[in-house]
């Protein structure tokens, strides 16, 4: 079964600290690859996606993503995080031919001002 | 990017009722999809709504605890039948309004006591 793996549950920065959140899929063929973000009381909202090209993929707000095939990877980055960056993210993938997507386990981010 | 709507926003229900909820997509969409997000989790999918067929559900979910319907291209329900405290979750609806790329509902909040 397809699998997506979040190793980071919860990780606490300063703000301007940089961020790197680990996202792991399980192998299934071309995949197209997903960050959402939760933040507190709001619902979830797409940061970034990558389906095919450039492996370094640019979102809002200043999040970025690289996709490493031979790692089966997805990392998301930031280089310098803020308070309001505190929430939940959550890396999802789906498998070429298949619109559903698997969620990760998420990861909580604090950041203290 | 499609806006989507939820009602209700949140409920409390007794055990043994049932509850429908509604998602309204601002966009005619292929597929819909609901899941459940219990409170620290992620999200799991329950179903895929197509209009014209039969909704789809994963394993451990089955119509008769939740039926679906999808009369249009741009609303559906799931109703949580014959409930009991562990249907206690959010219950999200989303779309696939571009390319592959799922938009989601601010969600539905329910209490079973």
């Known amino acids: 079964a397809q699998s997506v793996s979040q190793h980071n549950h919860h990780v606490i920065l300063s703000e301007a600290a940089s961020l790197e959140l680990g996202c792991n899929y399980s192998?299934?063929?071309?995949?197209?690859l997903f960050w959402y973000v939760q933040y507190p009381g709001q619902h979830l909202q797409l940061l970034l996606k990558y389906f095919s090209g450039d492996p370094l993929v640019k979102g809002i707000k200043g999040f970025e993503a690289e996709f490493i095939k031979s790692k089966f990877s997805f990392n998301l980055r930031k280089p310098s995080v803020q308070w309001s960056d505190t929430a939940e993210y959550f890396c999802a993938v789906n498998y070429f031919g298949n619109e559903k997507l698997t969620f990760g386990t998420g990861t909580r981010l604090t950041i203290i001002p | 990017s499609a806006v989507i709507s939820q009602k209700p926003s949140r409920d409390i229900c007794q055990r043994g009722t049932s509850l429908t909820i509604q998602c309204q997509v601002d966009s005619q969409v292929t597929m819909m999809f609901w899941y459940r997000q219990q409170p620290g989790q992620s999200l799991t999918l329950i179903a895929t709504?197509?209009?014209?067929?039969?909704?789809?559900?994963e394993s451990g979910f089955v119509i008769d605890k939740f039926p679906i319907s999808r009369p249009n291209l741009t609303f559906s329900t799931l109703t949580v039948s014959n409930m009991s405290p562990e249907d206690s979750s959010i219950y999200l609806c989303?779309?696939?309004?571009?390319?592959?790329?799922?938009?989601f509902g601010p969600g539905t909040r329910l209490l079973v006591l």
């Open positions: 192998y299934g063929g071309t995949v197209n």
């Open positions: 989303s779309a696939n309004a571009l390319r592959e790329t799922q938009y």
């Open positions: 709504a197509n209009q014209g067929s039969e909704a789809t559900y």
